[in-house]
């Protein structure tokens, strides 16, 4: 388990430090990175789950066995963010650069299937 709780802790922390400044880049993300956001609530409103899965992270690196069911929608929230980073950029509707953040949740995701396979199932 304790390859579990590293894991999700890691993925917590970054999380944060990544996701929660974006609540102040409204303006400059849409003045650096054209075309302007015309829809910010899909822009807050993204912020605010994603910061939600970080919370979720450190509640599961708490108790990995016993959160062990939340490690499933835990994957796929990396995977699919991911996935989609990978095809956008494939596609050219991202930047290249943007697959640090697209690269490092497919690993996550990949370390989350680990640490789900090595957490045993919480006992009743």
Do not use: C
């Amino acid at each position: 388990m304790k390859f579990a709780k590293v894991v999700f802790w890691v993925a917590a922390i970054w999380g944060v430090l990544v996701i929660a400044p974006l609540y102040f880049m409204f303006d400059i993300i849409s003045r650096n990175d054209p075309p302007p956001i015309t829809h910010p609530g899909f822009f807050y409103g993204f912020v605010g789950a994603a910061l939600a899965w970080q919370i979720a992270f450190f509640i599961i690196a708490r108790d990995p066995s016993r959160h062990r069911p939340l490690m499933i929608p835990s994957m796929f929230e990396k995977f699919t963010y991911g996935a989609a980073v990978l095809v956008l950029v494939g596609q050219g509707r991202m930047h290249a650069s943007d697959m640090v953040f697209g690269g490092v949740d497919l690993v996550l995701g990949i370390l989350f299937v680990i640490a789900y396979l090595k957490t045993p199932p919480r006992i009743a």
